[in-house]
């Protein structure tokens, strides 16, 4: 499917990195709120809830508001909101500041999360929907596998190399950017990718009007 249509690629890699920097969420983000700002379970808990929570809640309101706007705007915007607040969240040990960053950080994943989805579905060629779903699935699959690994090796060398106050906020701005970066990587090809799945939806009405029992 990929081979046959590389804009494949584009839905695959935001999952990837999506998944890649909620590793990074659930690995050094995780120590750096318990560690160095001394959060309770409790209270660590509802901070971290605060960007996986609206990612469940607005999955239904997203996939409703996509057949108005189309899921690529709705992937890259949410992708971006995502992306900068997940980078400011690593700058701030204010309380009610650091809430606001991964509750906006939160909604923004909520609004990219369905869409991204979305956008690997229609851009598969008939008949090979449930092979991409399955690769898209998979791909993700390593970026959450691998980001708490990077994350930790990321840190290791700013920790190394960068000044202790400002270690972190780096750390936190590389997985926020990688976001942007995608974003800013796709813009180019966005009218290519909205052309691209008018001719899979067009091909998928031309085969189910093929296959109606009513022209017979």
């Known amino acids: 499917a990929a081979i046959e249509n ?21 690995s050094s ?4 709120l318990r560690e160095s700002l001394g959060f309770h379970p409790g209270t660590l808990g509802l901070f971290l809830g605060l960007v996986l929570f609206p990612m469940s809640l607005l999955s239904y309101p997203s996939a409703v508001l996509s057949r108005k706007t189309g899921v ?21 040990s204010e309380y ?4 606001s960053y991964l509750l906006l950080c939160g909604i923004g994943a909520g609004v990219m ?39 930790v090796n990321v ?4 920790v190394a190399n960068v000044p202790s ?9 590389f997985f926020g950017f990688l976001e942007i ?3 800013l990587l796709t813009i180019p090809f966005f009218k290519k990718i909205l052309t691209k799945i008018h001719h899979v939806e067009k091909e998928r009405e031309e085969i189910s009007l093929a296959n109606s029992p009513h022209l017979f």
Request: net charge neutral; no cysteine.
């Open 155 to 158: 840190q290791n060398f700013l």
């Open 72 to 92: 690529l705007p709705l992937v890259l915007v949410g992708s971006t909101m995502y992306g900068l607040f997940l980078g400011l969240s690593g700058t701030t």
């Open 29 to 32: 983000f995780n120590i750096y």
């Open 113 to 151: 999360f369905v869409p991204s989805m979305l956008l690997a579905s229609k851009m598969s060629k008939p008949g090979l929907t449930a092979t991409t779903m399955s690769a898209f699935t998979g791909i993700g699959s390593h970026g959450f596998m691998l980001g708490p690994i990077d994350s």
């Open 96 to 99: 009610w500041v650091l809430f």
């Open 6 to 26: 590389p804009y494949l690629a584009v839905p695959f890699l935001f999952n990837f990195i999506d998944r890649f920097t909620v590793g990074f969420i659930i």
């Open 165 to 173: 106050d400002y270690a972190f906020p780096s750390l936190s701005f």
């Open 181 to 183: 970066f995608l974003v």
